[in-house]
T-cell receptor, first 108, second 123 residues
Protein backbone atom coordinates (compact mmCIF):
# COMPACT_ATOMS: atom_id res chain seq x y z
CA UNK A 1 0.00 0.00 0.00
CA UNK A 2 1.37 3.41 -0.98
CA UNK A 3 0.06 6.61 0.58
CA UNK A 4 0.00 9.80 -1.51
CA UNK A 5 -0.62 13.18 0.07
CA UNK A 6 -1.87 16.31 -1.67
CA UNK A 7 -1.02 19.01 -2.03
CA UNK A 8 2.69 18.80 -1.27
CA UNK A 9 2.60 22.38 -0.03
CA UNK A 10 -0.40 24.41 1.08
CA UNK A 11 -0.04 28.15 1.60
CA UNK A 12 -2.78 29.63 3.73
CA UNK A 13 -3.50 32.43 6.18
CA UNK A 14 -4.48 32.23 9.86
CA UNK A 15 -8.22 31.90 10.26
CA UNK A 16 -8.71 30.01 6.99
CA UNK A 17 -9.95 26.44 6.68
CA UNK A 18 -7.36 23.89 5.54
CA UNK A 19 -8.09 20.56 3.90
CA UNK A 20 -5.27 18.03 3.56
CA UNK A 21 -5.75 14.83 1.59
CA UNK A 22 -4.20 11.36 1.74
CA UNK A 23 -4.97 8.69 -0.82
CA UNK A 24 -4.12 5.00 -0.45
CA UNK A 25 -3.21 2.87 -3.46
CA UNK A 26 -5.85 0.34 -2.40
CA UNK A 27 -8.72 0.26 0.02
CA UNK A 28 -7.57 0.26 3.63
CA UNK A 29 -9.15 -0.16 7.03
CA UNK A 30 -10.27 2.72 9.21
CA UNK A 31 -7.09 2.45 11.34
CA UNK A 32 -5.74 5.59 9.70
CA UNK A 33 -3.63 8.18 11.56
CA UNK A 34 -2.38 11.74 11.11
CA UNK A 35 0.72 13.32 12.63
CA UNK A 36 1.99 16.90 12.91
CA UNK A 37 5.69 17.73 12.83
CA UNK A 38 7.19 21.13 13.51
CA UNK A 39 10.79 21.99 12.58
CA UNK A 40 13.31 20.41 14.94
CA UNK A 41 10.65 18.44 16.78
CA UNK A 42 9.44 14.88 16.85
CA UNK A 43 6.13 14.07 15.17
CA UNK A 44 3.01 14.25 17.30
CA UNK A 45 -0.06 12.04 16.92
CA UNK A 46 -3.11 14.16 16.07
CA UNK A 47 -5.82 11.80 14.82
CA UNK A 48 -6.21 8.01 14.92
CA UNK A 49 -8.81 5.52 13.70
CA UNK A 50 -9.58 8.05 10.92
CA UNK A 51 -11.48 10.53 13.09
CA UNK A 52 -10.59 10.24 16.78
CA UNK A 53 -8.61 13.13 18.19
CA UNK A 54 -5.62 12.10 20.30
CA UNK A 55 -5.44 13.59 23.81
CA UNK A 56 -4.44 17.23 23.58
CA UNK A 57 -5.48 17.67 19.93
CA UNK A 58 -7.58 20.83 19.59
CA UNK A 59 -11.16 20.49 18.40
CA UNK A 60 -10.40 22.51 15.24
CA UNK A 61 -8.68 19.36 13.89
CA UNK A 62 -10.94 16.71 12.40
CA UNK A 63 -10.39 13.59 10.34
CA UNK A 64 -12.65 11.77 7.92
CA UNK A 65 -12.62 9.33 5.07
CA UNK A 66 -12.88 5.69 4.11
CA UNK A 67 -11.67 3.24 1.51
CA UNK A 68 -8.83 4.99 -0.31
CA UNK A 69 -9.47 8.66 0.49
CA UNK A 70 -8.84 10.30 3.85
CA UNK A 71 -8.89 13.95 4.88
CA UNK A 72 -7.52 16.07 7.70
CA UNK A 73 -9.38 19.33 8.15
CA UNK A 74 -8.31 22.29 10.26
CA UNK A 75 -11.38 24.47 10.65
CA UNK A 76 -9.66 27.78 11.43
CA UNK A 77 -5.88 27.95 11.24
CA UNK A 78 -3.95 29.14 14.24
CA UNK A 79 -0.31 30.34 13.94
CA UNK A 80 0.92 27.17 15.69
CA UNK A 81 -0.71 24.93 13.06
CA UNK A 82 1.83 25.74 10.35
CA UNK A 83 3.84 22.52 10.15
CA UNK A 84 4.23 19.34 8.12
CA UNK A 85 1.45 16.76 8.31
CA UNK A 86 1.86 13.04 7.64
CA UNK A 87 -0.72 10.31 7.20
CA UNK A 88 0.03 6.72 8.29
CA UNK A 89 -1.39 3.24 7.92
CA UNK A 90 -0.38 -0.37 8.12
CA UNK A 91 0.78 -1.98 4.92
CA UNK A 92 1.34 -5.64 4.28
CA UNK A 93 1.32 -8.61 6.63
CA UNK A 94 3.39 -9.42 8.73
CA UNK A 95 2.73 -5.84 9.65
CA UNK A 96 4.76 -3.05 8.21
CA UNK A 97 3.80 0.59 8.40
CA UNK A 98 3.92 3.40 5.92
CA UNK A 99 3.73 7.16 6.02
CA UNK A 100 2.65 9.51 3.28
CA UNK A 101 5.28 11.92 1.94
CA UNK A 102 3.81 14.81 3.92
CA UNK A 103 1.99 18.09 3.28
CA UNK A 104 3.77 21.25 4.32
CA UNK A 105 1.30 23.83 5.55
CA UNK A 106 2.89 27.24 5.46
CA UNK A 107 1.84 30.80 6.03
CA UNK A 108 0.81 32.79 2.98
CA UNK B 1 4.51 11.51 32.17
CA UNK B 2 5.64 9.34 29.29
CA UNK B 3 9.26 9.92 28.33
CA UNK B 4 11.32 8.30 25.61
CA UNK B 5 14.99 9.28 25.39
CA UNK B 6 17.13 7.99 22.55
CA UNK B 7 20.91 7.73 22.61
CA UNK B 8 23.77 6.08 20.78
CA UNK B 9 23.80 8.03 17.54
CA UNK B 10 27.03 9.14 15.94
CA UNK B 11 29.18 8.93 12.84
CA UNK B 12 30.13 5.55 11.40
CA UNK B 13 31.78 4.38 8.20
CA UNK B 14 29.83 2.27 5.72
CA UNK B 15 29.83 -1.39 6.70
CA UNK B 16 30.27 -0.71 10.40
CA UNK B 17 27.77 -1.19 13.24
CA UNK B 18 25.90 1.09 15.63
CA UNK B 19 23.57 0.36 18.53
CA UNK B 20 20.84 2.79 19.46
CA UNK B 21 19.05 2.81 22.81
CA UNK B 22 15.75 4.29 23.97
CA UNK B 23 15.14 4.69 27.70
CA UNK B 24 11.44 4.63 28.55
CA UNK B 25 9.77 5.98 31.68
CA UNK B 26 6.39 7.12 32.94
CA UNK B 27 4.38 4.12 31.70
CA UNK B 28 4.26 0.34 31.87
CA UNK B 29 7.00 -0.41 29.32
CA UNK B 30 6.20 -4.14 29.37
CA UNK B 31 2.61 -3.48 28.25
CA UNK B 32 3.27 -1.85 24.88
CA UNK B 33 4.78 -2.63 21.52
CA UNK B 34 7.60 -0.29 20.54
CA UNK B 35 9.01 0.94 17.23
CA UNK B 36 11.85 2.77 15.55
CA UNK B 37 11.00 5.37 12.90
CA UNK B 38 13.66 7.31 11.00
CA UNK B 39 13.84 10.55 9.08
CA UNK B 40 16.64 11.27 6.63
CA UNK B 41 17.76 14.92 6.51
CA UNK B 42 15.07 17.03 4.87
CA UNK B 43 12.93 13.97 4.10
CA UNK B 44 9.78 12.30 5.40
CA UNK B 45 9.17 9.60 7.97
CA UNK B 46 10.08 5.96 7.40
CA UNK B 47 9.08 3.15 9.75
CA UNK B 48 12.10 0.94 10.46
CA UNK B 49 11.16 -1.81 12.92
CA UNK B 50 8.68 -2.80 15.59
CA UNK B 51 8.61 -5.29 18.49
CA UNK B 52 5.77 -6.74 20.53
CA UNK B 53 5.27 -6.00 24.22
CA UNK B 54 7.18 -9.10 25.30
CA UNK B 55 9.80 -9.15 22.56
CA UNK B 56 8.39 -12.35 21.06
CA UNK B 57 7.56 -10.83 17.66
CA UNK B 58 9.58 -8.37 15.61
CA UNK B 59 8.99 -6.77 12.23
CA UNK B 60 11.20 -4.87 9.82
CA UNK B 61 11.04 -2.62 6.81
CA UNK B 62 12.42 -4.25 3.67
CA UNK B 63 15.17 -1.62 3.56
CA UNK B 64 16.71 -2.84 6.83
CA UNK B 65 15.65 -6.50 7.07
CA UNK B 66 18.66 -8.73 7.68
CA UNK B 67 20.85 -5.80 8.76
CA UNK B 68 18.99 -4.26 11.74
CA UNK B 69 17.70 -6.00 14.89
CA UNK B 70 15.18 -4.54 17.30
CA UNK B 71 15.08 -5.79 20.89
CA UNK B 72 13.90 -4.74 24.30
CA UNK B 73 14.90 -5.25 27.93
CA UNK B 74 12.04 -4.89 30.35
CA UNK B 75 14.37 -5.16 33.36
CA UNK B 76 15.67 -1.69 32.54
CA UNK B 77 12.83 -0.34 30.36
CA UNK B 78 15.02 0.06 27.31
CA UNK B 79 14.46 -0.46 23.60
CA UNK B 80 17.39 -1.15 21.30
CA UNK B 81 18.20 -1.04 17.60
CA UNK B 82 21.31 -2.92 16.51
CA UNK B 83 22.34 -1.56 13.13
CA UNK B 84 24.86 -3.66 11.17
CA UNK B 85 26.29 -3.33 7.65
CA UNK B 86 25.51 0.36 7.69
CA UNK B 87 25.01 2.19 4.41
CA UNK B 88 25.07 5.92 3.62
CA UNK B 89 21.30 5.88 3.06
CA UNK B 90 20.83 4.82 6.69
CA UNK B 91 21.81 8.37 7.66
CA UNK B 92 18.84 9.77 9.57
CA UNK B 93 17.39 10.88 12.85
CA UNK B 94 16.10 7.74 14.54
CA UNK B 95 13.01 8.12 16.71
CA UNK B 96 11.76 5.67 19.28
CA UNK B 97 7.95 5.54 19.36
CA UNK B 98 5.38 3.78 21.51
CA UNK B 99 2.56 1.75 19.97
CA UNK B 100 -0.91 2.15 21.37
CA UNK B 101 -1.24 -1.67 21.56
CA UNK B 102 0.72 -4.68 22.79
CA UNK B 103 1.36 -6.09 19.32
CA UNK B 104 2.13 -4.21 16.10
CA UNK B 105 -0.90 -4.66 13.92
CA UNK B 106 -3.79 -3.10 12.10
CA UNK B 107 -4.55 -0.58 14.83
CA UNK B 108 -0.94 0.52 15.33
CA UNK B 109 -0.42 4.19 15.86
CA UNK B 110 2.57 5.93 17.39
CA UNK B 111 1.22 7.82 20.36
CA UNK B 112 4.46 8.95 22.02
CA UNK B 113 7.80 9.80 20.42
CA UNK B 114 11.29 10.56 21.67
CA UNK B 115 13.29 13.51 20.39
CA UNK B 116 15.49 11.32 18.24
CA UNK B 117 19.16 10.55 17.83
CA UNK B 118 21.16 11.25 14.66
CA UNK B 119 23.07 8.44 12.98
CA UNK B 120 25.41 9.46 10.18
CA UNK B 121 27.01 6.93 7.85
CA UNK B 122 29.86 8.39 5.88
CA UNK B 123 33.39 7.53 4.84
Amino acid sequence: IVLTQSPATLSMSPGERATLSCRASQSVSAYFAWYQQKPGQAPRLLIYNTSIRAPGTPARFSGSGSGTDFTLTISSLEPEDFAVYYCQHRTDWPPKFTFGPGTKLDIK
Amino acid sequence: QVQLVESGGGVKQPGRSLRLSCAASGFGFSDYAMHWVRQAPGKGLEWVAGVSFDGSHDYYADSVKGRFTISRDSSNNTLYLQMDSLRPDDTAVYYCARDKDAFPGDATRFDYWGRGTLATVSS
